[in-house]
């Protein structure tokens, strides 16, 4: 009975793993994804299903063969929107553990299976355009589209347009152009040219045929894009005044013939060229061959879709190599929460890569869930066929590249660069020129490079049409000996054919230029000094009296000196500054006057110093200067103490050296050096001027100050407060960028450039020049600077500003109120002499007295500066005659 029962569960095990054998056989098998180590993801099709499935595989082992992995395919076709039927073979694929979808086209269906992976965590991946910010999406986003179309209607100048779009789907394209416009842009007539859903076209284009606009931008499908072309050509508005904008990326894809010799301007965009060898190998794997008619003159058969999906498997597999994944069924009737483990690090993951290899479409990077990094290359149709004009980036916008026709005497020979191979030297490292690139994985070839001049290399050869290969050439740019012939460093590279070019800062030189030829310059730059900044100094003993400047304080102590000697003199004319001694007395023999020589220092000291004393003045005249005085010492004090407040905040840098000059005398001991080979010491073994020639003397008597490389003399700089280092500016100013502790001294000794260094008649030299001119002119060579000196690496000293100095303040600033301090005292010294006369007057007349003698007896007592105290009944007075002589003096003045 036992073995019966056996044979029974045996039975029905054996018959249910047919059944699943016979369900999955159409994705190869159940067996063949029971190998732990393989890692399946599925692609579902609707439309191009033996093409899509070509492309998926050969993905999938570009990605197996690069990194190691066993991802294997698993394909289903499905219906062209029949979401139902897609929904049943999703769940068949889930439930053998895929790793991730791809596809399918249709929108509609798309949307309804990605809220099925989004519920298991399970990554989809779609390749049409949409704002959906849900799911995997490489295609360019419609607001990045959109900033091409305005990027090429601005340059295109157009004032007025037609704006023709296949469904609402497009209109957040329309949208971003409205908004990117503003309130000043061009004149928009909007059309959908489907507007029947029939395929039926020509209502809408007969209307633009009676329209004055004859420009027209074309927002659409692959599927409509090219039946629209079609038809427009039927109706007649695709000839030779008509300019077309096609803003769909697969224009590359279509046939072409019969609009090539319409003379209708035809201009759009493609996301990836024929000539990129991994397109090639694709083309291959398709069937296809470089010598088809039917894809010549930048035609290509493989659809953005295609190219979309090849890409995404890379960056699936890049994911997947630094987070293994374990294959696990999931059942999609199973109303359970059971979703996978990873699966939401896994995507997260997904869009932190920065992927550049083994992609169709450039590199991809995500800002949020949408794809930034490519370019666009703006392509146009003629005659001979697809012709790029142009490339779009989100950084650099549109930049035509049209190539003026050369008069090189060349010509006669094969002068095309297009396909062409150049070695090319680097001196590396040598930032920001040249270096290698930090990574965490180990690069090979051109990759492992960047700067300036690769950057630089990279624009001219997309320019140019040629390829290159970058090598290292060392820090030693090599001299030329005329007697013997011979060179060294990368001048011997170039004589000898062993390299091309030259790329770095190479200075152009009359002796090298000998040896090689350079191309028209692409920077300029001359020799400057580089050193520490300007240090704190030392604070001096009488550092209180910097906010002033010395003329101020002479000012100053002379109206000191003055406003104290008025109250001396008033205090003398005033008859009302005499007091009684002796309260007690009415009638005093005697008066004193408190505005001794000393006093009057002492009042005037107290109010400076906004202290006071126990002196008041009473007489007008002394009262007025006490005022002005006041007020001057107000002002004074005010802007003294705010100018102190300045000077004891901000610090006072002090530079050893200001000039080539003070370095050229050794000013307080500092020394200096420069590359010992090179340009920079070449200028001071061959100057004329006196001053080189005694730096030159200078460092020829002490080679221990030369340095080997640039970096060295840096960073010597850095540790010493006394070495300043000659290198050219361009180098300084990026140092300085990242250095916050160095500056450069003065100004430029000379002006030289760097030039691309070239053999002696190198045929394709006039190509060059022009297409550096182009960039010159392009504003691409400023661009690169500001990219490599201000941004990469940079920052670090930027936002830190130098702090203003602290002045001191001149008589300039504090003028008038001196002038007002001595206006009040004339004017109180005036009213003063004035009313001293007038006492006299008024007193020899009381006393009966002649007025003459009067004046003498008074003038003698004042100018005895030593006598401060007055007798009233003094026998040698002459008022002592009078029968009045009894009175005071106050009581004539009265």
């Known amino acids: 009975m036992f073995m019966i029962n056996i044979l029974i569960y045996f039975s029905i095990i054996t018959s249910r793993i047919s059944i699943l054998n016979a369900q999955y056989e159409p994705y190869g098998g159940y067996d063949s994804f029971q190998n732990a180590a393989s890692i399946p993801i599925g692609l579902l099709t609707d439309q191009n299903t033996d093409e899509m499935n070509i492309v998926f595989d050969h993905a999938i082992d570009v990605a197996n063969e ?51 992976c989004d519920a ?20 360019p986003h419609p607001a990045d589209l959109s900033k091409a179309l305005y990027s090429l209607i601005t340059a295109f100048e157009w ?85 077309y904008i096609i803003g ?30 991994a397109v090639k190998e694709l083309m291959e794997k398709m069937g296809y061959t470089s010598e088809q008619d039917d894809f010549r003159n930048g035609s290509c058969p493989i659809t953005v879709e295609m190219a979309l999906t090849y890409d995404a498997v890379q960056l699936f597999a890049e ?16 109303r359970t929460e059971s979703v996978r483990d990873d699966g939401s690090s896994f995507k997260n993951y997904m869009r932190t890569l920065r992927l550049k290899d083994r992609l169709l479409t450039g590199p991809i990077y995500f800002e949020g869930n949408v794809r930034k990094g490519y370019h666009l290359d703006v392509i146009e149709l003629q005659p001979s066929g697809i012709v790029k004009v142009g490339t779009w980036s989100e950084e650099r916008d549109f930049r035509p590249e049209r190539l003026a026709a050369t008069n090189s005497q060349f010509d006669n020979i094969d002068n095309s660069l297009a396909n062409k191979t150049f070695i090319i030297l680097l001196s590396v490292p040598n930032k920001p020129y040249a270096s290698l690139v930090e990574s965490y994985k180990q690069l090979e070839g051109n990759s492992q490079y960047e700067g300036y001049g690769v950057d630089l290399i990279m624009e001219l050869a997309d320019k140019l049409g040629f390829n290159f290969t970058f090598k290292n050439g060392g820090n030693d740019y090599g001299s030329y000996n005329k007697t013997s012939n011979e060179s060294t460093g990368m001048l011997r590279e170039i004589m000898h054919g062993y390299a091309d070019l030259a790329v770095t800062d190479l200075t152009i030189t009359s002796e090298r230029q000998e040896a090689i030829e350079f191309s028209i310059p692409f920077m300029n730059l001359g020799i400057a000094i580089l050193f520490l900044k300007p240090q704190k100094a030392q604070p001096e003993l009488f550092t209180f009296m910097d906010p002033f400047s010395e003329e101020v304080w002479w000012f100053l102590g002379l109206s000191f000196l003055g406003v104290s000697l008025s109250f001396f003199i008033l205090g003398r004319l005033s008859p009302s500054e005499w007091d009684n001694p002796y309260p007690c007395i009415e009638e005093p023999e005697e008066l004193e006057n408190q505005f001794t020589i000393g006093n009057s220092i002492w009042f005037t000291t107290g109010a400076l110093l ?55 005398d050794n000013k307080d001991g500092v020394v200096y050096g420069a590359k010992r080979t090179g340009s920079t010491r070449n200028f001071f073994l061959n100057s004329e001027d006196e001053r080189y020639i005694k730096m030159n003397k200078f460092m020829t008597e002490h080679p221990e100050y030369l340095t080997e490389t640039n970096q060295e003399g840096v960073d010597r700089v850095k540790v010493s407060t006394q070495y300043a280092f000659l290198m050219e500016s361009t180098s300084i100013e990026y140092n300085t960028k990242r250095e916050c502790n160095l500056k450069k001294i003065g100004d430029a000794l000379d002006e030289k450039g760097y030039g691309i260094a070239m053999r002696k008649n190198w045929p394709h030299r006039d190509k060059l ?33 130098e702090a203003p100095e602290a002045t001191a303040l001149a008589m300039d600033n504090l003028e008038g109120v001196f002038f007002v301090l001595l206006v009040g005292s004339c004017c109180a010294l005036l009213y ?25 007896e008074e003038f003698r007592f004042l100018i005895d500066f030593n006598n401060y105290v007055r007798v009233l009944k003094s026998s040698d007075s002459i008022y002592s005659r009078s029968r009045q002589s009894s009175m005071s003096v106050g009581s004539v003045g009265q």
């Open 610 to 664: 906004q202290q006071g004393s126990e002196i008041g003045p009473k007489a007008l005249s002394t009262r007025t200067v006490a005022s002005f005085w006041w007020f001057f010492t107000l002002i004074v004090v005010s802007s003294y103490t705010a100018n102190l407040a300045a000077f004891l905040t901000i610090e006072k840098p002090q530079s050893l050296i200001n000039s080539v000059d003070d370095l050229a």
């Open 159 to 243: 004032s007025r347009f037609i704006f023709l779009y296949e469904s609402a789907e497009y209109l957040s394209i329309l949208n971003e152009l409205n908004s990117l416009f503003g309130m000043n842009g061009p004149i928009v007539t909007v059309l959908r040219y489907d507007m029947q859903l029939n395929g039926n076209y020509k209502p809408v284009l007969r209307r633009v045929r009676k329209s004055k606009d004859n420009r027209i931008v074309v927002v659409g499908s692959t599927d409509t894009v090219p039946e629209f072309l079609n038809q427009a050509q039927q109706v007649g508005i695709i000839n030779e005044d008509y300019s």
């Open 120 to 139: 298991m965590d399970i990554p989809h991946i779609y390749s049409y355009m949409s704002e959906n910010s849900e799911g995997f999406n490489l295609h």
């Open 66 to 116: 690069e990194l190691g992995l066993a991802m294997t395919s698993l394909k289903a076709e499905v219906n062209y929107g029949d979401a139902y039927h897609s929904y049943g073979k999703l769940c068949r694929m889930l439930e053998t553990g895929i790793a991730g979808v791809f596809g399918p086209s249709s929108r509609h269906t798309a949307l309804h299976l990605m809220s099925i």
């Open 248 to 277: 769909n990326l697969d224009f590359h894809s279509f046939d072409l013939e019969e609009y090539k010799y319409s003379e209708a301007n035809i201009t759009s965009f493609r996301l990836f060229s024929s000539e990129k060898k």
């Open 319 to 334: 994911t997947l190599r630094n987070l293994p994944f374990k294959p696990v069924s999931q059942n999609c009737s199973q």
């Open 769 to 801: 020049n022009n297409a550096l001119l182009q960039l010159q002119e392009q504003g691409v060579l400023e661009k690169m600077k500001n990219k490599w000196w201000n941004e990469v690496g940079s920052g670090i000293c930027a936002t830190k500003e």
């Open 832 to 856: 003063g002499a004035v009313s001293w006369v007038l006492f006299i007057v008024k007193k020899a007349r009381h006393f009966k007295v002649p007025f003459k003698e009067a004046f003498l």
